[in-house]
Nanobody, 128 residues
Framework: LQFVESGGGLVPPGGSLTLSCEVS????????VGWFRQAPGKGREGVSC???????YYPAPVKGRFTLSRDNAKNTLYLEMNNLEPEDTGVYYC???????????????????????WGQGTQVTVSS
C-alpha cells in the first residue's frame, strides 16, 4: 500500500484548499477511505470517512466545510476544504482499505489499527 498526499500549504482563515491522495496497491472502487489530520501536539483524528458504497461521515468540527471525493479511474482521493479555521492546521493523511477498517476507525475517531497506512502527509497551515 502506498499513499502520496499533496496540495497542502499556507492559507488565511476563511481560505480554501483541495488535497489530493494518489493511492497504489489497492483499488479505490469499493474500498473504504479516510482523511485524517494530526494537529501540533495532538493525536491523529479522522476528518472525513468514506464507506465502500459511497456514504461519507464528517465529524462535527468539519461538517459543511470539508468534502471527500474520489476518482476511481485515477485511483485518487480528494479533500476539498473551505472556510478554513486556524484549528484546521495540521498534517493531513489519507488511507484506504477494502476491508472497512479505515471507515470504522475513522468514524470512531481512532487510528490504533492504521499504523501500516500512513504516507508522508501534507502540511496545512491556516494563519493570517
Amino acid at each position: 500500500l502506498q499513499f502520496v498526499e499533496s496540495g497542502g500549504g499556507l492559507v488565511p482563515p476563511g481560505g480554501s484548499l483541495t488535497l489530493s491522495c494518489e493511492v497504489s496497491g489497492i483499488t479505490l472502487e469499493g474500498s473504504t477511505v479516510g482523511w485524517f489530520r494530526q494537529a501540533p501536539g495532538k493525536g491523529r483524528e479522522g476528518v472525513s470517512c468514506g464507506s465502500g458504497d459511497g456514504k461519507v461521515y464528517y465529524p462535527a468540527p468539519v461538517k459543511g466545510r470539508f468534502t471527500l471525493s474520489r476518482d476511481n479511474a485515477k485511483n485518487t482521493l480528494y479533500l476539498e476544504m473551505n472556510n478554513l479555521e486556524p484549528e484546521d492546521t495540521g498534517v493531513y493523511y489519507c488511507a484506504a482499505d477494502p476491508r472497512a477498517i479505515v471507515f470504522r476507525q475513522c468514524a470512531a475517531g481512532v487510528t490504533s489499527a492504521l499504523d501500516d497506512f500512513w504516507g508522508q502527509g501534507t502540511q496545512v497551515t491556516v494563519s493570517s
